[in-house]
T-cell receptor
Framework: SAVISQKPSRDICQRGTSLTIQCQVD?????MFWYRQQPGQSLTLIAT?????????ESGFVIDKFPISRPNLTFSTLTVSNMSPEDSSIYLC??????????????FGPGTRLTVT | GEDVEQSLFLSVREGDSSVINCTYT??????LYWYKQEPGAGLQLLTY?????DMKQDQRLTVLLNKKDKHLSLRIADTQTGDSAIYFC????????????FGQGTTLQVKP
């Protein structure tokens, strides 16, 4: 299984500011994703981070609000821009596949707990 | 539709078996997953099953899939206090994407 780390693990931010979350994987992976878990809720996919091209966003999520980078096969960032209290959530990085192989095992990082005041 | 549904809460005694149920709506689902989330932690992949299988067993965990009824269950044998957590089922509808549709999660409480 892939070992996934995220930074920061938690943060408290003021409204109107932006926070960039980093996701690092210990091996090359085909697919990287960003999910959001709102308080007491289930998980929702924000976007698929594509290496070398623009991320693919799910309905209800836009690039201006959640810009994503994926410079290589082991690293991605998610920025939460112009934050409001409604953005308070856990943000989780998820990976699947190794190298160029599509795998059906999908793993999640420990999450970044964001509180916006 | 998008719905994956689970009951919200299950309480069992230590040593008993736990059965957590999940229903989904999309017959095109390819893989179905069970994840465990402990307080303050991320999601741990417990097991997953391909849609052409009926059952999968892994140590204390047994997954049953009834594709006709779109029903998935996770049985935990000899439940321990360390099994107390939220359990999420999730479905993958298209084999070449990583989009998982999650249920609301079932909180499992194990009483000593």
């Amino acid at each position: 299984s892939a070992v996934i780390s995220q930074k920061p693990s938690r943060d408290i931010c003021q409204r109107g500011t932006s926070l960039t979350i980093q996701c690092q994987v210990d091996s090359q992976v085909t697919m990287m994703f960003w999910y959001r878990q709102q308080p007491g809720q289930s998980l929702t996919l924000i976007a698929t981070a594509n290496q070398g091209s623009e991320a693919t966003y799910e309905s209800g999520f836009v690039i201006d609000k959640f810009p994503i980078s994926r410079p290589n096969l082991t690293f991605s960032t998610l920025t939460v821009s112009n934050m409001s209290p409604e953005d308070s959530s856990i943000y989780l990085c998820s990976v699947g596949g190794s190298g160029t192989t599509i795998s059906y095992e999908q793993y999640f990082g420990p999450g970044t707990r964001l509180t916006v005041t | 539709g998008e719905d994956v549904e689970q009951s919200l809460f299950l309480s069992v005694r230590e040593g008993d078996s736990s059965v957590i149920n999940c229903t989904y709506t999309d017959s095109s689902s390819t893989y179905l997953y069970w994840y465990k989330q402990e307080p303050g932690a991320g999601l741990q992949l417990l097991t997953y099953i391909f849609s052409n299988m009926d059952m999968k067993q892994d140590q204390r965990l047994t997954v049953l899939l009834n594709k006709k009824d779109k029903h998935l269950s996770l049985r935990i044998a000899d439940t321990q206090t360390g099994d107390s957590a939220i359990y999420f089922c999730a479905e993958r509808r298209t084999s070449n994407t990583g989009k998982l549709i999650f249920g609301q999660g079932t909180t499992l409480q194990v009483k000593p």
